[in-house]
């Protein structure tokens, strides 16, 4: 079945950095775009980051420009979110996702929690 694990949440301080993995298997990996998704408390989930299949574009929400990037690498199934110069308000759970065959897939999440 379609797995996807993310890891590399933790506690920084505002102006640091992290980088989130994730880890997919049970489909095609090499074939889907993936995403990132994060959600604060008490907010709706929002779209931070999108890469196509061969990870030639990568698409960013306008609060994450140029201080998040994303990229892939398809021998190892795994999608990468580096995150840098982050903020309080990049405080949140996050998801990776994927759509495989009509269907919805998300990962249980890894928390950022960035301090003031």
């Known amino acids: 079945q379609v797995q996807l694990v993310e890891s590399g949440g933790g506690l920084v301080q505002s102006g640091g950095s992290l980088r989130l993995s994730c880890a997919a298997s049970?489909?095609?990996?090499?074939?889907?775009?993936m995403r990132w998704y994060r959600q604060a408390p008490g907010k709706e989930r929002e779209l931070v980051a999108t890469?196509?299949?061969?990870?030639?574009?990568?698409i960013y929400s306008d609060s994450v420009k140029g201080r998040f990037t994303m990229s892939r690498d398809n021998a190892k199934n795994t999608v990468y979110l580096q995150m840098t110069r982050l903020k309080p308000e990049d405080t949140a759970v996050y998801y990776c996702y994927a759509w495989w065959s009509g269907n919805n897939y998300w990962g249980q999440g890894t928390q950022v929690t960035v301090s003031s």
């Open positions: 049970g489909f095609t990996f090499s074939m889907r775009p």
């Open positions: 890469i196509t299949s061969a990870g030639g574009t990568t």
